[in-house]
């Protein structure tokens, strides 16, 4: 069986940094795009940002220049660093992940989620 455990958040104050982190553990065998995802109250979940296997990267418009995405393959393990937060940014954060286990096909796997809050 396969899970994600994140990791990071809390509170920050506008302009601070918080760093994500998202573990897969289990049966897995092989995994391929990760990223993060979020969902503030009353609003869809959207995407923040992705990685694949080999690190090229995609962030949502609002973040880019802000957060970076990065991984550890080695540890199955994504990781988002958030600099110059926003009151905006404030949302549960989600990471996703691609995972083909052992016994199964590729599926896409989600965390529980780590609230996120910005404000002073």
């Known amino acids: 069986q396969v899970q994600l455990v994140e990791s990071g958040g809390g509170l920050a104050q506008p302009g601070g940094s918080l760093r994500l982190s998202c573990a897969a553990s289990g049966s897995i065998f092989v995994i391929n795009n990760m990223g993060w995802y979020r969902q503030a109250p009353g609003k869809q979940r959207e995407m923040v940002a992705n990685?694949?296997?080999?690190?090229?990267?995609n962030y949502r418009d609002s973040v880019k220049g802000r957060f970076t995405i990065s991984r550890d393959n080695a540890k199955n393990t994504v990781y988002l660093q958030m600099n110059a937060l926003k009151p905006e940014d404030t949302a549960v954060y989600y990471c996703?992940?691609?995972?083909?286990?052992?016994?199964?096909?590729?599926?896409?796997?989600w965390g529980q989620g780590t609230q996120v809050t910005v404000s002073s």
């Open positions: 996703s992940a691609d995972i083909y286990s052992d016994d199964g096909p590729l599926r896409l796997y």
């Open positions: 990685i694949r296997s080999a690190g090229e990267t």
